[in-house]
Structure formats: C-alpha cells, structure tokens
C-alpha cells in the first residue's frame, strides 16, 4: 500500500509520540518517574526466638511477595526506579544470635560483577537477593532495598566481633538488569543490637541511564555528617535514596518534615521509603524535590502505599525560586534593631505601641511577653509567647538568638510560641542542635508547649531568622494534618538564616530553622 508524505509522517509521529510513553505516562525531557512503597512489613511476633533458615525465608518470602506486586504496579505506571524502606523484609527487634537465619551473604567488593537473578549458584545463602534481582530484570526497573546481610571476618581483624562475622543493616542497589550495582551499610545504628558498625563508612552510589548518579543512606544517618552529608558533598550528588524505619516525633522531626527539608537544604532529590506501622507512629514516606513533595502520612489506617511521581532530574546548575527578595532584605532588621548588639542571654523584644502583659522594658513604655521554658523534643527550650494579631520578637539561648516578625489574618484561639534552643541533644542519641521554632502548642497553657500537636487553623505569614553558627540548616514548614508546605524565600544575610512565608496554605504547626552543628557532637 502506497502512502503519502501526510499519512507517512502522521504514523513517523505516532510512533515517536509513543517511544516516549511509558503505560500511559508521557516522560518529559529531564524528567524521570520514581517510586517509593511505604510497607506494612509482616512481622515476625517472637523476634527474639531462634528460627532455622527455612522459616525465617518464609516469613520474608511473604513480604518479598507484596514487593513484587508493588514492583510490577510501578513498572506498569512507568517507574523506572523503585525504593522499599528499611527493615521491611525482615523486621525488627531481633537479638545478635536470633537475626542470624534471616541475613543474606554480600560480598562487599568493587571487582566482583553479580547478577543474583542470573547468577544464583555464585554464592551461598543469597535467597533474598536473588528475588530482589529477578524482580529488577523481569519488570526492568532499578530496585533499592533493605535487607540484613552478613560476612566472616578473621580474628586477625582487630574489629571482628567474637563470634567471627559481621552483621550489617544492608541497602542494595540493583540495575534494570538485575545486576547487584551498590551495596551501602548503615553507619548510624538506632539501637539495633543485632548489627555492626562498618568499620568506616560507606560512600556508595550507583548510575543511571535516566538521572545520572544516586547515592544512598538509611534513617538515622540523615542526621549526621557521616556518611550522608560527607556523600552528598564530596560527589556532588542531587537523587537520593533513602530507605528508612522513622518514628515520627513532633514537632520537628516527622518523617516527611525533616524529608522535605533535608531535600531543600540541600538542593536534591530524595526518594524516601519508610515502614507503616502507625501503633509504633511509623509513616511517612515520600518522593521529593527542592520544592515540590509527592508525600503519604497515615496514622489511622493501615496497609502499604505506593507512590509513583515524575520529578526534573536535579543537575549541579538547578536553581530554585527560594533566593531572599529585596523587600525581605530591606525589612530583615528594620524593627528590634538593637537586636544584634544585644547581649545573648535570655531577652525579648516586641513592638513599643503594642500592649500586651507581661515583663516590663528597662525603658518603662513598653511591656514584654514573659519568657518561659519547656520541653520540647527531650530538650529545654527556651519561649516567648506569640500573642496578638502580629508583632516583632526576639528570644536567645546561649549563642543562638531567634527572631520573628508575624501577622495573623484572623485570630484563633490557639497558643503560638517561639523557642530557641542551642545545644547537645542527648536522648535517642547525642547530637548538637541549634533551632528556632516557631510552633502552635499542646493548650493554651505554657506548659503545652513543645507537645505533639497535629491540626492547627490560625494562618500565619511570618518571617523567622536566627543567627546560626552552622552553615547546615533544615527549614521545616508543616502545616494543619502532617501536611507540608513551602517558603517563599530563604537564605543567608548578614550571617543570619531566614524563612519567609506569606499565608501558609492551613493552619500552621511548626515553622523552624533545625541547624546541625556536626562538629559539637
């Protein structure tokens, strides 16, 4: 059949238009489509008895089998990488001896070129492994996951523990192909007796065809120089995977508040999975940008969840609308001037016309929100009320002074406060803060301050600055229902750290400025 150039060309597009859909999603140039699974893992009820092999392959070969459900869903939707969250195949709070039957053997070594799926005869006790990998060649996909994995270690080895072999908390990488392309051990345990630290740690990234290089780390790590910061930094990574257990703590570390800031601070992408068990308040998984977030957070109901997102691939010259505008920079110190020669001790500054209760000035004329502390996050912050209908304050801790200027478009019958703390955190682990928060609490009494809240409806527009001594700054925005939302500018001047929002899109929860000063810690 002869055609003319008309309907020659027509097909010649047809064809073009489809090579760039995949199961119905067209893929945009710089674009890749990801997807995280949030999983309600099957867990083993007597963590702590001893099981043989066989048992404990079936017990993970349940969860193995909703994974690959959830990887044939997300190939189907166009995926073309997926992540699976920390301890989801395998569970958690196990002893040393009763994690052994379920650890698969790795090889930790660069010179060694594996595909488990095609390649099972190569090494002993990979069960595990091999099905991960069939589950990246059949569906063509990039799989991430998390697993525990062991490997002997001789005596003369002056880390190898007593009973001759390592236990790691395990990610593991594996192409389209199915070929084992990373494998990353964690290196901040959280109370995880059953594994080892490496004895250094792991900067490990794999490539990709779609966005170039990902590297890769696990929960508690997010929170550290090493090896998460150091990785980022010293590859010049912008994907992230991130395979994660979190239990969420309000209000400034909910899984996907401190997700999203993390990927802002640093100008990534994170394509983040966590575990669903709400009774032990774990949820909250996400794929995320610099300014966008694909995010769920359940704590009612139960089950897994998969999200499937398309996100600009973040190269070393992306840049975001989130630079300090010149209105923000004229107005940054025009009220409370006196702020930044001020001793720095506990002070509070608020607008002179403005009559509220409270402390009086050193001056006479005007009258000062009192100071209070409380406990938030197992640390002593240091408050000042936020009262009225808008205002200017000021409150500091040690080095750290925190500066707000507010104004509320309707006033509800809720308490705000602004607290600073500068200092060594030192429960669930030892690490040093520097953070201004400005946060709704728990009542209407100073006490509330600092407690888990989840629903706010007072819309704020504010501007929040700290001095910080640390250049590493997470700038947490969560709003009414564990959603997020996102500032209009951010940034250094004048050696302080600002947020700036105009109306948040609900009623605000937490609006902070989470420094990490690695080098106290």
């Known amino acids: ?103 698969d053997f790795v090889l930790y070594s660069h010179s060694v070129k594996w595909n488990p799926c095609r390649e099972p005869y190569l090494f002993n006790d990979t069960e595990v492994l091999q099905r991960l990998s069939c589950m990246a060649l059949k569906n063509k996909i990039f799989l ?73 780390f696990t929960c508690f790590d997010i929170l550290f120089f090493e090896p998460a910061v150091n990785l980022i930094r010293q590859y010049n990574l912008k994907q992230v995977v991130y395979p994660t257990a979190w239990m969420n703590q309000l209000p400034l570390l909910s899984a996907v508040e401190f997700q999203q800031a993390f990927a802002t601070a640093f100008n990534i992408n994170i394509l983040a999975a966590n575990i669903h068990h709400p009774t032990l ?40 609308n989130l630079e300090s505008n010149e209105r923000f920079r004229e107005n940054l110190h025009h009220s409370c001037k006196t702020f930044t020669s001020a001793p720095m001790d506990d002070q509070v500054c608020f607008k002179e016309e403005q009559e509220m209760p409270g402390r009086v000035s050193e001056k006479g004329n005007e009258q000062l929100p009192p100071l209070f502390y409380a406990e938030m996050m197992y640390d002593n912050f240091t408050f000042v009320p936020v009262w009225g209908e808008k205002g200017e304050l000021q409150v500091c801790a040690n080095t750290l002074c925190c500066y707000l200027n507010y104004r509320r478009a309707v006033l509800t019958d809720e308490l705000y406060a602004l607290g600073v703390f500068d200092g060594l955190h030192t429960v669930h682990g030892t690490y040093y803060v520097q953070a201004c928060a400005l946060v709704k609490c728990g009542g209407l009494s100073f006490s509330t301050c600092g407690q888990e809240v989840t629903d706010a409806t007072a819309l704020i527009d504010f501007q929040l600055w700290g001095n910080m001594s640390t250049p590493y700054i997470f700038p947490l925005l969560l709003t009414s229902g564990i959603t997020l939302d996102f500032a209009d500018h951010m940034g250094w001047k004048n050696n302080h750290y600002f947020i700036s929002k105009n109306r ?5 929860l937490t609006a902070a400025l989470y420094g990490r000063w690695y080098e106290k810690d």
């Open 1 to 103: 059949m002869a055609y003319t150039m008309v309907d020659l060309c027509w097909k010649l597009s047809v064809c073009f238009f489809c090579c760039h859909v995949v199961s119905g999603r067209v893929k945009r140039e710089g674009h890749y489509v990801a997807a995280v699974y949030e999983h309600e893992s099957i867990l083993n009820p007597n963590p702590t008895a001893l099981v043989d092999r066989q048992s404990a392959l079936e017990l993970m070969g349940r969860n193995l089998d909703i994974y690959e459900q959830q990887v044939v869903a997300a190939a189907r939707q166009g995926a073309q990488i997926i992540v699976f969250p920390e301890d989801g195949i395998h569970g958690f709070n196990f002893t040393r001896s009763s994690i052994y039957p379920y650890l």
């Open 144 to 216: 991430v996951a998390n697993l525990g994995t062991k490997q002997p270690c001789e005596h003369t080895d002056p880390h190898c523990p007593s009973d001759g072999r390592y236990q790691f908390n395990t990610n593991v990488a594996f192409n389209d192909d199915g070929a084992l392309v990373a494998t990353y051990r964690k290196h901040n345990l959280y109370f995880e007796y059953a594994f080892d630290t490496p004895p250094e740690p792991d900067y490990k990234l794999f490539d990709t065809p779609f966005a170039g290089k990902f590297g890769m």
């Open 281 to 320: 308040g774990m949820t909250g998984s996400g794929i995320y940008t610099p300014v966008k977030s694909f995010i769920y957070h359940n704590m009612e109901g139960y089950g897994g969840k998969l999200i499937v997102a398309e996100i600009p691939v973040i190269t070393t010259d992306y840049k975001t």
């Open 504 to 508: 948040t899109s609900s009623g605000l």
